[in-house]
């Protein structure tokens, strides 16, 4: 089935640095979503980015709706060990409903060093 | 406030049978959406429910269909299994007509199905 390309695919990090993640298309989507994924458990919506161009933050985290609205970034800052887990990108499509279906990126695994 | 809830946790099948697994939507939710997620892969769509009918489709076979009730409630199934059927599926309610923000799919944890 159809994925989003997100990269990088996984990242080892140090306790308080920032990370970037990013997610291309190649068709456009009307809605980025990023969610966070923990083992046994669901996504878990983190920000949802509705407008191109727009940049919304939700603590530490931020992420931008590209102008072109076929990529999107997430940025983490000052990482804690709480911030391990899975990322992963979704678009929603420009046509059909506005709820329908989510496209999602393979996804990028985040383990944070103390 | 009960988030999405799932049931059961945890499947084992073997190949040839077939199972049905059941979502209770977030309380106020109306859609529910089902996914499944291979290991080490990002979530796909199966399909979607609203007003109990399949509202869209992604690109699964007919083996995988789905119901939903007056509730909400939703369940999938899925025939003849195959060894690749082995996944977590997820189940995702949202509501319909809600403002930007409110109709996002929240997530449930999902059921584990084991296909041998």
């Known amino acids: 089935g159809q994925q989003l390309n997100q990269s990088p695919q996984s990242m080892f990090i140090q306790e308080g640095e920032d990370v970037s993640m990013n997610c291309t298309s190649s068709s456009i989507f009307n809605t980025w979503l990023w969610y966070k994924q923990e083992p046994g458990e669901g996504p878990v919506l983190l920000i949802a980015?509705?407008?191109?161009?727009e940049l919304t933050s939700n603590g530490r985290l931020t992420a931008q709706f590209g102008i072109t609205r076929k990529d999107s970034f997430l940025n983490i800052s000052a990482s804690i060990p709480s911030d391990v887990g899975i990322y992963f990108c979704?678009?929603?499509?420009?046509?059909?409903?506005?709820?329908?279906?989510?496209?999602f990126g393979q996804g990028t695994i985040l383990t944070v060093h103390p | 406030d009960a988030g999405v809830t799932q049931s059961p946790t945890h499947l084992i099948k073997t190949r040839g049978q077939q199972v049905t697994l059941r979502c209770s939507p977030k309380s106020g939710h109306d859609t529910v959406s089902w996914y499944q997620q291979a290991l080490g892969q990002g979530p796909q769509f199966i399909f979607q429910?609203?007003?109990?009918?399949?509202?869209q489709r992604g690109n699964f076979p007919d083996r995988f269909s789905g119901h939903q009730f007056p509730n909400y409630s939703s369940e999938l199934n899925v025939n003849a299994l195959l060894l690749g059927d082995s996944a977590l599926y997820l189940c995702?309610?949202?509501?319909?007509?809600?403002?930007?923000?409110?109709?996002?799919?929240?997530f449930g944890p999902g059921t584990r199905l084991t296909v041998l």
């Open positions: 980015l509705y407008k191109a161009g």
């Open positions: 429910y609203y007003e109990e009918e399949e509202r």
């Open positions: 995702a309610s949202s509501l319909a007509l809600g403002l930007a923000g409110e109709n996002e799919q929240f």
């Open positions: 979704a678009g929603r499509g420009a046509g059909g409903t506005s709820y329908g279906k989510l496209t």
